[in-house]
Nanobody, 122 residues
Framework: QVQPVESGGGLVQAGGSLRLSCTGS??????????MGWFRQAPGQDREFVAA????????DYADSVKGRFTISRDNVKNTVYLQMNNLEPEDTAVYYC?????????????WGQGTQVTVSS
């Protein structure tokens, strides 16, 4: 079992950048043995997939809405997954969640963080 913990959210102007981080705590090896994903939920909307990375970092997947602007990466030595967000748009405003799962995929994640707020002003 692992508990993801997000950090790095904040307020940024449109066109700016932010980097979110997600570390894992728990009794096992942290997040290094899990595929990891980022999701987001804007007010009044369903939670949506943003990006995923396999446990090794060899495979990544992105939602069309962020492809070319966001980059997911991981450092298993540091037990951390990152989401680099560039050229942010007001539509990216949401609570961003980090999640862990055994298999690399876009849904059915098992362990979720509490979320970090990202606000993009126009």
């Amino acid at each position: 079992q692992v508990q993801p913990v997000e950090s790095g959210g904040g307020l940024v102007q449109a066109g700016g950048s932010l980097r979110l981080s997600c570390t894992g705590s728990g009794r096992t090896s942290g997040i290094s043995s899990y595929a990891m994903g980022w999701f987001r939920q804007a007010p009044g909307q369903d939670r949506e997939f943003v990006a995923a990375i396999s446990w090794s970092g060899g495979s990544t997947d992105y939602a069309d809405s962020v492809k070319g602007r966001f980059t997911i990466s991981r450092d298993n030595v540091k037990n951390t997954v990152y989401l680099q967000m560039n050229n942010l748009e007001p539509e990216d405003t949401a609570v961003y969640y980090c999640a862990a799962t055994v298999h690399f995929r876009r849904d059915n994640y098992d362990y979720w963080g509490q979320g970090t707020q990202v606000t993009v002003s126009s």
